[in-house]
């Protein structure tokens, strides 16, 4: 069964600073990897897809990256900004896909 | 421009009653499924559906009952609801037999007392 791990739990910054979360998953036969950010009480928005075949995916501020190898993606998010403070999940694609239990980021003003 | 499409928003139940959470999506995709989220406890596939006239179970299927009629809508049925089945419920859909992006619908509050 693939599992997922999101390190850390929790993460807090000051405005401008970089942010950089950490996806892990345990079976590299993936399909293809996708980011989302949820804001409390509200559904999932999708971020950035990331296919197998890719290593990086960018959209304005945000850059994933993918290592199949190694079991590893990466969301980076340049100059945080308080519009940035959500829980941002990570799942693994292929159905049956298996989520990361997410980072709740708090970006300080 | 629609999407995915969940109702109610908002549910509370008595125990033992039965209901249907509704779920259509109009990007006519071949993978629909369901998830539940509870804090802590991320998100849990409940059954999901790869075509019209096919469906299968996830992870916590117990006491939820799903059908695939039609390739537009994907509704999941409490049988008899407990307090355990209080969680917000999201419906989500693919292109593909699902591999590929996934979009969400906003999600079922559902209480049940």
């Known amino acids: 069964k693939q599992e997922v791990t999101q390190i850390p739990a929790a993460l807090s910054v000051p405005e401008g600073e970089n942010l950089v979360l950490n996806c892990s998953f345990t079976d590299s036969a993936i399909y293809n990897l996708q980011w989302f950010r949820q804001d409390p009480g509200k559904g999932l928005t999708s971020l950035l897809l990331?296919?197998?075949?890719?290593r990086e995916q960018t959209s304005g501020r945000l850059n994933a990256s993918l290592d199949k190898s190694s079991g590893r993606s990466t969301l980076y998010i340049a100059a945080s900004q308080p519009g940035d403070s959500a829980t941002y999940l990570c799942a693994v694609i292929p159905h049956k896909l298996s989520f990361g239990a997410g980072t709740t980021v708090t970006v300080r003003a | 421009n629609a999407g995915v499409t969940q109702t109610p928003k908002f549910q509370v139940l008595k125990t033992g009653q039965s209901m249907t959470l509704q779920c259509a999506q109009d990007?006519?995709?071949?993978?629909m499924s369901w998830y539940r989220q509870d804090p802590g406890m991320g998100l849990r596939l409940i059954h999901y559906?790869?075509?019209?006239?096919?469906?299968d179970q996830g992870e916590v299927p117990n006491g939820y009952n799903v059908s695939r009629s039609t390739t537009e809508d994907f509704p999941l049925r409490l049988l008899s609801a407990a307090p355990s089945q209080t969680s917000v419920y999201f419906c989500a859909s693919s292109y593909g037999r699902g591999t590929g992006e996934l979009f969400f619908g906003e999600g079922s509050r559902l209480t049940v007392l």
């Open positions: 559906s790869v075509g019209a006239g096919i469906t």
């Open positions: 990007m006519n995709h071949e993978y």
């Open positions: 990331i296919q197998s075949s890719q």
